[in-house]
């Protein structure tokens, strides 16, 4: 799909990018031999846990200690207020990029006051984690409850109490969308459709629970934290300005990483508190959270009600949208990166695959008595994308034609970039088309349809959907952290140096937590320098040996990172050709780097070995003219410069069948073509997509942190929350349309959510078609049996 | 009763005599991966759902968070370890890697230990069959998919391609 007519370093026969590749810690994994933070033991080791708030919302009288301190095993226990005298500062999640954003300052645990249930509010630390708990159970708290807020509809009412009485009310953040003249447009519509929707709050649930070993050394003032997070740079930063700490004697180290969907990308009072404790006693600690206490302190997401417009002409030419989206964020807004994301991506990637130009939309965010919610997975895109398919699909049932056509109608067209959508975004690069037509081919649409047809007279309801998407990756310094002013990297880099061996060593500041992030690094380094992958070894995870970066969110590592490594990996092998020209007395340019040999670049006849290089470079140098001082490493770092984001597109389908008398819903199969530009290893990539898809069915299917009207979390075990299984899930079938991003030499985009970001949407679409005959609809989710049933009118 | 209450155990682990003195408290799998080292089992929920501490005990494979420690006594107790190490799996686990049926690998190995025990039937599966039997097994990451292709192909492979 590339317009480059040039060949690139890409392009060539030995090019590692765009191959299929195992992962280098595949094999330790599979062997059970994966090194993760509950994993690390260290001498003099102890365990913190935490007394939570039973309450949503309690003042919190005296705390008395005394018989957790004597309990056996405990070293420390610390309130809330010993620990806030510990910090050089509060949270306070706000960022300059929204605009009139409200939120309270925070400590790491609650001081007079607790906001949600869970939050921690005493900490006692034990040789081991069962005397801690046991420790925990002697803490004794004078409570006295305060109202709560536990529902959005009515929390900005004047009568709802404010939950933080300095902010006036509960309000956290309002904004508003409007581009060309919508209400004209509604006028002029020939069918007007309206809807509201529900979305469940639900959360990650990463297997292995957020986890955190801190030690401190007296001696040398270092703080040592391993951490299962994606963000190792960013928790450096805000741990060490938490505690007042310079920032460069604070070394995080990310192992292996048992999950993190965005959920790890957020600072926590319990793992804070954890490395206080650390530096108070000398002496390591561990803090891994179980599942009950994951459930009600990891960052919850998506508790959304909106409404949707869309105004359409006869012919099925959508004219206008509206949305009023309402989210309830949780007691805090979370720091550093706020709880007002998600809200913010609805607003602005509604109807995003859409050419219509009318469009007005508006969010409020409420704060709540519940977990604070933020970035997880596919932020905002599960939302959006499932109200405007659902739009359309009503829309087509009106004008009378069929769902496909709709869209191919409507989305803009692979020819007509750079443009805007209709929210306001510049978009490039995007081919919802050449997706369409390769989604029809690979279901077999036609067939589909017939067969549906067919089933339908013999009582067998089953149902198609389509859901077409764009997705906002690899977010650029001017879109909202850095403009923002939170202590948050959108650039990345990498530090690459050549060995004496002649082995490559490649430190980024992106982060793997299962995705190849490594090896597709690796891949990159070794295509861009003209090595084999074997000879490069990817470090990452680690602050001491790795370039200051953002880590990996947003979708950010393949296509950011990704881009520093190339860059890094050219640079480097320039300076390689450099000091071969002059032992070679060579223009560097009659040069090349193929397979790990320097050779001539007219007829590939071989020079020299880069192990020759290494050797001279660092042990030999007198060989070297005294002009060419050996540098052999080079430093890149990259940006995106002017977009917020590199938009990646594509459609979902799904085939569903409904029993109308249970309510159940199977899930017979999935589909996804989508454009993450170049893709530089299939097989991974497949994977993204398709543990993606499972990660947005789960929320659409099942998964809901249900909570009552006093605000306590009525779910909040694995055995009550539900989760996909293997059994419930589909085979799903992921093909691309490559068409590389022009923001960078590499070309690739970002696609680890856009799995998740549209499997919601596609399932209610199909569902909803499998529902049509009956005059039902679904607008709920998780779209449980009785939500199924309900629509049926059958309970 | 006094939580922190000892009983001496002598169990065989990986094919090697264990003798320890543990709290009756203390599960399965935190005595595996505490005192033994192995750390292979992991632990997602300690409540018998998720299926990342699978071990196989006597034979058959359970929830090392819901067994104590002291239920082992006089028990031979096989951990990922062990089973990866005696070669056992050692096709099941080539064919994990070439399909990238792990990503985190958090729950890999308790899904190589109940993917083992369907293989061991050395009976065709259709793929339904092997999502049912491994649906004991939360996996956040792949979506399955690539789990199921992984462990079918095995079996197939094994029982001579029949099944397909």
Known sequence: MSDKTTLTPLDRPNSYVGRTLSRTSAKRAVAGRGHYTDDVILPRMVHSAFVRSPYAHARIGSIDVAAAKRAPGVVLAMTGAELKDMCAMSWHGVLACFEGMKAAHQYPMAVDRACWQGEPVVMV??????????????????????????????????????????????????????????????????????????????????????????????????????????????IMTVFARTLGLPEHNVRVIAPDVGGAFGMKIHSYGDELATTAAAIKLGRPVKFIADRLES?????????????????????????????????????????????????????????????????????????????????????????????????????????????????????????????????????????????????????????????????????????????TFIKGTAPGPHGFYGLGG??????????????????????????????????????????????????????????????????????????????????????????????????????????????????????????????EIGRIGHFQVAELPDDVQPVLSATRRFRLLEKPYIFTNGIHGAHVEVDVDTGFIRHLRHWVVE??????????????????????????????????????????????????????????????????????????????????????????????????PFGARVTRQPMTPEIILTALGKI | MNDEETLQIALTVNGERVTRTVTVRQHLVDFLRNELGLTGSHLGCEHGICGACSVRVDGAVVRGCLMLAVQADGSEVITIEGLSDSGEIADLQERFVERNAMQCGYCTPGMLLTAAELLAKGKPATREEIRTFLSGNFCRCTGYHAIVDAVESTLNRRIGGAGR
């Open chain 1, 125 to 234: 630390v034990a040789d081991t984690r069962a005397r801690a708990e046991d420790a925990c159970e002697l803490v004794a708290i004078e409570w006295e409850e305060l109202p709560v807020v536990a529902e959005k509809t009515t929390a900005l009412d004047p009568a709802t109490p404010a939950i933080h009485p300095e902010l006036g009310d509960n309000l956290a953040f309002r904004k508003t969308i409007e581009r060309g003249d919508v209400d004209a447009a509604f006028r002029a519509a020939d069918f007007v459709i309206e809807e509201t929707f529900e979305f469940g709050r639900h959360t990650a649930v990463t297997l292995e629970p957020r986890a955190l070993v801190a030690e401190y050394d007296r001696g040398t003032e270092r703080l040592t934290i391993t951490t299962s997070s994606q963000v190792p740079h960013m």
């Open chain 1, 295 to 467: 459930f009600v302190t990891d960052i919850h997401a998506r508790e959304h009600r909106i409404t949707g417009k869309m105004a359409v002409s006869r012919t099925g030419e959508i004219q206008a949208l509206e949305i009023d989206d309402l989210s309830a964020a949780g007691a805090y807004s979370q720091y550093p990166r706020t709880s007002v994301f998600e809200a913010n991506q609805v607003l602005t990637i509604t109807g995003g695959p859409y050419k219509h130009q009318n469009y007005r939309g508006r969010t409020t965010v409420v704060y709540l008595n519940k977990v604070p919610t933020s970035q997880y997975r596919a932020v905002g895109h599960p939302i959006g994308i499932s109200v405007a398919e659902h739009l359309i699909d009503r829309a087509a049932e009106l004008a009378g034609i069929d769902p496909v056509d709709i869209r191919r109608m409507n989305v803009m067209e692979d020819d007509s970039y750079p443009r805007l959508t209709s929210t306001g975004l510049k978009a490039q690069d995007m081919s919802h088309q050449a997706c369409i037509e390769k989604l029809m081919k690979a279901m077999d649409y036609g067939a589909l349809r017939a067969e549906q047809e067919s089933l339908r007279r013999k009582g067998i309801w089953r149902g198609i959907g389509l859901a």
């Open chain 1, 486 to 611: 939170a202590p948050i990297a959108s650039q990345d880099a990498c530090v690459i140096r050549l060995e004496p061996s002649g082995g490559i060593i490649c430190a980024v500041g992106v982060t793997d937590q299962g995705q190849g992030v490594d090896t597709v690094m690796g891949q990159i380094a070794a295509t861009a320098l003209g090595v084999p992958p074997d000879q490069v070894r990817v470090i990452e995870g680690d602050t001491d040996a790795t370039p200051y970066g953002g880590g990996t969110y947003a979708s950010r590592a393949t296509a950011i990172g990704g881009e520093a490594t190339y860059q890094a990996a050219r640079a480097l092998r320039s300076e390689i050709l450099r000091l071969a020209g002059a032992l070679l007395q060579a223009d560097p340019s009659t040069l090349d780097i193929v397979d790990g040999k320097v050779v001539d670049a007219a007829n590939g006849t071989f020079r020299i070995s880069l192990a």
């Open chain 1, 675 to 772: 454009d993450c530009g170049r893709v530089v290893n299939p097989l991974l990539a497949d994977e993204q997509v398709r543990g993606g898809c499972v990660q947005g069915l789960g929320g659409a299917l099942y998964e809901h942190c249900v909570y009552d009207d006093t605000a306590q979390l009525q779910n909040g075990t694995l055995a009550d929350y539900l989760v996909p299984m293997a059994a419930e899930m589909p085979d799903i079938a992921v093909d691309h349309v490559q068409t590389p991003t022009q923001e960078t030499e590499l070309g690739a985009k970002g696609v680890g959510e856009s799995g998740t970001g549209a499997a919601p949407a596609v399932l209610m679409c199909a569902v909803n078609d499998a529902l049509r």
